[in-house]
């Protein structure tokens, strides 16, 4: 195969990326999972959301996330068009309906993953927590991280990945200060992960 053609192909695949906001100290959530913090007005185009809403067709979901969603509308209120992936190792005993485009999750990462890059279709929204973003950058899952740098301090919470020994090595793809001081950091992933049991 023609590195051109490779080039191509690598392009061409679906991308896992994390877009997510985190507090000034590195949290996505107080420990409880409140998120009361993010409720702040938001400039003009909100951060560029709907631009990359439009770039996904999908998105991966931890369990807890996923359950704290259903009260606020669910996966279903992104629209039936994108398809929702719950990782966990406790599906329902009852899943939803197939209609419902939510698929719960229980086997291996990097297989799973594999599989969903593979597929045709828009890049894939890396939703959280902190947990499945972990073991998704662990397998060596994840290709970008899109963060939003609020500036609040809340002194205690949810990290962005589950503590863990690693080292990761990112680039940075660009940087943007909003209006209201909110830093939206783009990185790409280098390598796979090196984590120590």
Do not use: C, Q
């Not at 949290?27 to 909100?46: M, Q, S």
């Not at 959301?49 to 999908?58: E, H, I, K, L, Q």
């Not at 369990?63 to 969603?69: A, G, I, L, N, Q």
């Not at 680039?171 to 001081?181: T, Y």
């Amino acid at each position: 195969m023609s590195t051109a053609k490779r080039g191509t192909e690598e392009e061409a695949r679906r991308k896992i990326v994390v877009y997510i906001a985190t507090s000034a100290d590195g949290f996505i959530a107080r420990p409880d999972g409140g998120v009361e913090w993010l409720d702040r007005p938001r400039p003009k185009g909100n951060y560029g959301m709907g631009a990359f809403f439009r770039s996904v067709d999908a998105i991966v979901w931890g369990r807890r996330t996923y359950d704290m969603s259903l009260g606020m509308g669910g996966a279903g209120s992104f629209g039936p068009k994108v398809r929702n992936y719950v990782v966990t190792h406790h599906p329902p005993a009852s899943p939803p309906p197939p209609g419902e485009g939510v698929e719960f999750v229980t086997g291996p990462i990097g297989p799973f993953a594999d599989r969903l890059r593979a597929e045709p279709g828009k890049d894939i929204w890396m939703m959280g927590g902190g947990g499945v973003i972990a073991s998704f950058l662990d397998a060596g899952a994840i290709d970008e991280f899109v963060i939003h740098v609020v500036p609040v301090l809340i002194g205690e919470g949810i990290p962005l990945v589950a503590p863990r020994h690693r080292s990761v090595k990112l680039a940075l793809l660009s940087a943007r200060r909003f209006p209201d001081g909110v830093v939206r950091l783009h990185y790409r992933v280098e390598g796979a992960a090196h984590a120590v049991p």
